[in-house]
């Protein structure tokens, strides 16, 4: 079946500091791959996404690339800011369609 | 735009009483569908619903129970809660359901505490 796998939190960084959090996933045929951000209080939204092998997704300074190889979707940012402290959850949907299949969501806190 | 809309923001239930979460889009989104977030374990998939009239169960779907009348709405029910069902409830959409590329769109939440 489908898995995802994400680094455990909390993750503290400084402000300015470079963010990876990593994410392996194991899946049938070509799932895509996504990044949902989920701030203090409010729902999942979508941060970026990737839908075939070697894409890469970026939105609001974070990107991630698409690794067929290593079944991997690193989110990584170059410099963190306060406003970036949320829980971050990577997911899956493969050709089935219907089920996104979530990581266990990764916390990031960053401080001034 | 709304977006999605869910009712009620939070609620506290006794054991063994039954409890509808409501779940709205202004989107006319084909597919709609419920998770449940629980600490660690992400969102996990209750049932989903392709289009409107037709529901499917997904990962963890007993005692709960949806509909799909129309395109908009997607009540889901739990016929009498039990503590276990404590968590926080998210309704999502997508334009269709058979792509593996669409973007599921999320609501607020329903944060559901059972005595």
């Known amino acids: 079946g489908n898995s995802v796998t994400q680094m455990e939190g909390p993750v503290t960084l400084s402000e300015e500091a470079f963010l990876t959090i990593n994410c392996t996933y194991t899946a049938t045929g070509y799932p895509s791959l996504f990044w949902y951000v989920q701030y203090p209080g409010e729902g999942l939204q979508l941060l970026l996404k990737?839908?075939?092998?070697?894409d890469k997704g970026s939105n609001k300074g974070f990107e991630a690339t698409y690794r067929k190889e290593t079944t991997s979707f690193h989110l990584e940012k170059g410099s963190v800011q306060v406003s970036d402290s949320a829980v971050y959850f990577c997911a899956l949907r493969n050709n089935a369609g219907n089920m996104l299949t979530f990581g266990g969501g990764t916390r990031l806190m960053v401080k001034p | 735009i709304a977006g999605i809309t869910q009712a009620p923001t939070s609620q506290i239930l006794a054991a063994g009483r039954r409890m509808t979460l409501r779940c709205t889009q202004d989107m006319r989104h084909n597919a709609m569908y419920w998770y449940r977030q629980d600490l660690g374990l992400g969102l996990r998939l209750i049932h989903y619903?392709?289009?409107?009239?037709?529901?499917g169960k997904g990962e963890v779907p007993d005692g709960y129970s949806v509909s799909r009348a129309n395109t908009d709405d997607f009540p889901l029910t739990l016929a009498s809660a039990v503590p276990s069902q404590t968590s926080v409830y998210f309704c999502?959409?997508?334009?269709?359901?058979?792509?593996?590329?669409?973007?599921?769109?999320f609501g607020p939440g329903t944060r559901l505490t059972v005595l």
């Open positions: 990737a839908t075939k092998a070697d």
């Open positions: 619903s392709n289009t409107a009239g037709t529901t």
């Open positions: 999502a959409s997508s334009e269709t359901s058979g792509s593996r590329t669409d973007t599921q769109y």
